[in-house]
């Protein structure tokens, strides 16, 4: 899902221009319950890539410090550790790179395919995807499968742990 566009807004958006459209969003869908969660998720995911883009930091800044310095396993180990955001585009940005990176271009894709589909118009996505769809062709097409159904029993089972957590 890309947030911006159901925002209605672009990722270089001010604090006050997300907000507006925020309400003005909400205010159409407040009775419709997985809209409203979707425009919430939305909103706080522009918020706190605004206050970044501000503040000159993200929550990856660290990760991508490492990986400007070739320490890709201490990246993956530190991304790994913030796995409650990987349904962003960033982290599987990121994720996918690190993979390439170490030599799993297979297992990259999946990730790289992830963020380009959540932003599409992001370049430094669709450099990736393109340059791991170069380099491994159709070749991939197994081990894709085991990322995909890996990456389903993992939220399966973290949904799992949640719920009896709860009662």
Not at 21 to 37: C, G, P, Q, S, V
Request: aromatic share 12%; charged share 30%.
């Amino acid at each position: 899902m890309n947030y911006y566009e159901l925002l209605e807004i672009t990722e270089q958006s001010t604090e006050d221009e997300i907000k507006k459209a925020y309400r003005i969003k909400y205010a159409l869908f407040k009775d419709e319950a997985n809209k409203a969660e979707e425009l919430n998720s939305a909103y706080d995911y522009a918020i706190a890539h605004a206050r970044s883009r501000e503040n000159g930091s993200s929550e990856f800044a660290d990760i991508r410090r490492l990986i400007n310095a070739s320490r890709f396993e201490d990246a993956e180990l530190l991304l790994d550790g913030m796995n409650n955001l990987s349904s962003m585009s960033e982290w599987n940005y990121l994720k996918g790179y690190i993979l390439y990176k170490r030599g799993r271009p297979c297992e990259a894709i999946v990730y790289a395919r992830k963020a380009e589909n959540a932003v599409p118009f992001k370049d430094e996505y669709s450099s990736l995807v393109k340059e791991l769809n170069s380099c491994t062709g159709d070749n991939c097409e197994k081990i894709t499968l085991h990322v995909y159904l890996e990456n389903a029993r993992e939220s399966f089972m973290r949904a799992f742990r949640h719920k009896k957590s709860i009662q």
